[in-house]
């Protein structure tokens, strides 16, 4: 069974930083491209960031890039998203979810990320 | 602001067929297959349709995709009332700087 499990979230004053992790059972991890994807509260889905199977290409929506960096590690079956210089609208729930082949087939059940003084 | 379009809500009664459209443009939905997500309240996103119009093992047919251009559609027949839930469309977008892009997503009501 494929399993995706976040952690990390909490509440973090502006200017901090949180490292979340997604442990991933259930299937060969290092063969899969992961993603990390958002909503903000009452809000819609907000793609995060992308990783591909050996970390050859990574990419960042425009509202993260210089503050977030994802990375993997295959040998541990995870899957990090490390978050500085957060802001109020980082406010979130983040999902990490696998990419089959352009759809994410599977995805955790979300870590809340509060950014508030 | 979403780069797909969709209609904020949806409603019908149960029995009844409803559709839950996507707009986009020629870079996203135009040149790439669409997705779609089912959500629940307080629960995580989950595949309901992929490539347009490929059902996961374990989504009823009545859920069914379609794409047409720069549009694509969500249709679901013998609506039910488990099957209120906000509904997603996602496509890859070749213009931006990443592999992902989502629609504003539809609040499905069963009357």
């Known amino acids: 069974e494929v399993r995706l499990e976040e952690s990390g979230g909490g509440l973090v004053r502006p200017g901090g930083s949180l490292r979340l992790s997604c442990a991933a059972s259930g299937f060969t991890f290092d063969t899969y491209s992961m993603n990390w994807v958002r909503q903000a509260p009452g809000k819609g889905l907000e793609w995060v960031s992308s990783i591909t199977s050996g970390s050859s290409f990574i990419y960042y929506a425009d509202s993260v890039e210089g503050r977030f960096t994802i990375s993997r590690d295959n040998a541990k079956n995870s899957l990090y998203l490390q978050m500085n210089s957060l802001r109020a609208e980082d406010t979130a729930v983040y999902y990490c979810?696998?990419?089959?082949?352009?759809?994410?087939?599977?995805w955790g059940q979300g870590t809340l990320v509060t950014v508030s003084p | 602001q979403s780069v797909l379009t969709q209609p904020p809500s949806a409603s019908g009664t149960p029995g009844q067929r409803v559709t839950i459209s996507c707009s986009g443009s020629s870079s996203n939905i135009g040149s790439n297959s669409v997705n779609w997500y089912q959500q629940f309240p307080g629960t995580a996103p989950k595949l309901l349709i992929y490539?347009?119009?490929q059902r996961p093992s374990g989504v009823p047919d009545r859920f069914s995709g379609s794409k047409s251009g720069t549009s694509a559609s969500l249709a679901i027949s013998g609506l039910q009332s488990e099957d209120e839930a906000e509904y997603f469309c996602?496509?890859?977008?070749?213009?931006?700087?990443?592999?992902?892009?989502f629609g504003e997503g539809t609040k499905l009501t069963v009357l």
């Open positions: 979810a696998r990419v089959r082949s352009r759809e994410l087939d599977y």
């Open positions: 490539s347009n119009s």
């Open positions: 996602a496509a890859w977008d070749d213009g931006l700087n990443g592999p992902g892009v």
